[in-house]
Nanobody, 129 residues
Framework: QVQLVESGGGSVQPGGSLRLSCAAS????????MGWFRQAPGKEREGIAV???????YYADSVKGRFAISKENANSTLSLQMNSLKPEDTATYYC???????????????????????WGPGTLVTVSS
C-alpha cells in the first residue's frame, strides 16, 4: 500500500503558476499509474495528468500545453507544474496511484488511472484576481 500527501496549493492570479508536489511512501515501486486529479465545487472529480510506469504522460485537453506532470526518486515524488492558470482551474487537487495491476487511459480528451489504490487528502488551488 502507498500513502500520498499533496502540497503546494494556494491562491494565485490568472496567468500565474504553481507547482504541486505529492510525497509518496510505502510500496512505491509497484505503482503502474500515478496521476493528478481535481474536483471543483459542484463538479465530479476528473483526471488531468497521469504518468505510467514507462514514463508515458497523458493530459486532459483542458490542461494540455499548460500543465506538466513528472515523477522523481523512484516514484516517491510526483509533481505537477501548472502555468497560465485560469479561474476555471480552481479546484481541490488530488494525487493518486495504482498498484501493479492498474492502468492508464486516454480517451476523447480525458485521462485517468484505472484500479486506483490510494488517494491523497488533496490541496486547494484558487485562481482569482
Amino acid at each position: 500500500q502507498v500513502q500520498l500527501v499533496e502540497s503546494g496549493g494556494g491562491s494565485v492570479q490568472p496567468g500565474g503558476s504553481l507547482r504541486l508536489s505529492c510525497a509518496a511512501s510505502g510500496d512505491t515501486a509497484s505503482n503502474y499509474c500515478m496521476g493528478w486529479f481535481r474536483q471543483a465545487p459542484g463538479k465530479e472529480r476528473e483526471g488531468i495528468a497521469v504518468v505510467d510506469s514507462d514514463g508515458n504522460t497523458y493530459y486532459a485537453d483542458s490542461v494540455k500545453g499548460r500543465f506538466a506532470i513528472s515523477k522523481e526518486n523512484a516514484n516517491s515524488t510526483l509533481s505537477l507544474q501548472m502555468n497560465s492558470l485560469k479561474p476555471e482551474d480552481t479546484a481541490t487537487y488530488y494525487c493518486a496511484a495504482t498498484g501493479p495491476f492498474g492502468g492508464s487511459w486516454d480517451s476523447n480528451g480525458h485521462v485517468g488511472c484505472s484500479n486506483i489504490d490510494a488517494w491523497g487528502p488533496g490541496t486547494l488551488v484558487t485562481v482569482s484576481s
